[in-house]
């Protein structure tokens, strides 16, 4: 069931016409390879900072509030700071710069339709006679 849910995804996602054009282009990672400018090091580290700001502050959150027996801790905080960690995480993206978001975000929508076509693709009658 999962992996007929996982094949009609890929199905639709490689229907789209954007994800076509990016996965017949080759991608030009060169941004990536060079050093950084400091700006563009600011900007990672807000988005990685967002990442460490997001879920372990909600379950922060969801501990204080049980702890407290006071519900209104997860209930207002969490949400809020959810919020917050999205705003440094698009800050972050914007002071990273449009070159770096946008080939990051080609280069992994590829890499992810690489790996679910892998994984929809049927094995071969050898491997499941193996198995």
């Known amino acids: 069931m ?3 849910l996982v094949q009609n995804c ?4 490689v229907q789209k016409q954007f994800v076509q054009r990016i996965l017949q282009e080759e991608l030009d990672l060169r941004c990536l390879k060079r050093r950084p400018t400091a700006r563009e090091q600011f ?8 990442y460490v700001i997001g879920w372990p502050a909600v379950a922060f959150f969801g501990f204080m509030s ?5 519900p209104l801790v997860l209930i207002i905080g969490g ?13 972050g993206v914007y002071i990273a710069g449009k070159d770096y978001a946008r080939v990051f ?7 992810v339709c ?3 076509s892998a ?4 094995l071969p009658a050898d491997a499941v006679k193996a198995k």
């Open 79 to 91: 949400p809020l700071t959810y919020g917050i960690s999205h705003a440094v995480f698009l800050v």
């Open 43 to 50: 900007g990672i580290f807000l988005v990685l900072l967002s």
């Open 105 to 111: 975000m080609k280069w992994s929508i590829k890499k």
């Open 10 to 13: 890929l199905k639709n996602l």
């Open 66 to 70: 049980l702890y407290l027996r006071q």
């Open 114 to 116: 690489e790996k679910l």
């Open 2 to 4: 999962i992996k007929k």
């Open 119 to 122: 994984a929809a693709r049927p």
